[in-house]
């Protein structure tokens, strides 16, 4: 049995995978993090106390298969706030791994990346054409997390034949979601749960929602597929947009909303995204299908949140297109 090494296993994101990977039995845990007493006391909510669990300092003292990194932040109103000590942070942890992955070159490393790292307000997509885009005479506190990517990305792409795959998270929604993070997403939760209206503004966006499922199965199809230095990004069946949301989201879960034109009632901590998702589907390459489109996700999830039954079943309605464009 493989064994991973789980950095930042305390993020949402992170949890939702050690969840999947005990469930199925794969796979031998450790996991590192800066508050233990929490990771613990998660552990033991969960019934999961014999996943081994170690600090920092500690890494490279275990041998393991593969290093998951989920070091980063997960809540964009926390990004903004870091500004530029989101360099220095990204920096330490991914500096940590490949550290030890020189001296075991034979070990993978998963990198969670961001969307983010095209930079730009993403007019169109991103597609295996697209340039990261970074306004270099007018960096702002929006760019840094951004910036941040980038860089550990070309350091993994430099550190060639080394198997190092960065996996570019957009969007990521699950029923252990944090809703009081300053997400689009969480604020139609939480508005539904307070019974208060949403107030949104008018401009449309379009969003690709990973499941948490689906989310395992890419890291699963990654590590046993051959070595690689990489990157991939994530996608659904199916992206969906922020008035489908609204709509759907108003018509099974109860939701109320209005439109203004007030700045102030979003976050927008890497700046604004009118098309936050991408066509490019090397994911393919590893054997990666979808099987859950965005609507779905943020439909079943949210009514777990809400510990609402659903009248309407969200199904997906077929695989996605697994060619790169």
Known sequence: MKKIAVLGASSQIAKDF???AKAKNEYQLILFGRNLTYLKDWLSETGLTSIEVA???NYGQTDH???IN???????AKAKSMGASILEVTQQYDQL????LHKYPNRKYLFLSSGAVYGGAFDSPAT????????????TDQDYYSVAKIYAEVCHRAAAPLAIVDIRVFNYFSQTQDIDARFFITDVVRSIRDGKVLHTLPQDMNRDFIHPQDFYNLVDCIIKSPKMNTAVDCYSVRPTSKYEILKEMSEKLGLLYSVTRDQTVSVNATGTKLNYYSNYHKAAEFGYKPQH???DTILNESAAILGVQLDYAAKSTGQADETSS
Request: a negative charge; zero cysteines.
């Open 65 to 67: 298969d593969v290093v």
């Open 128 to 139: 295996n054409q697209s340039n990261a885009t970074i306004p270099i005479n007018l960096i």
């Open 293 to 295: 489109s965005s609507l």
């Open 55 to 57: 600090p920092y300092e």
């Open 18 to 20: 050690i969840l999947s």
């Open 70 to 76: 989920f070091v980063g932040v997960g809540n964009p």
């Open 97 to 100: 791994v490949l550290k030890n």
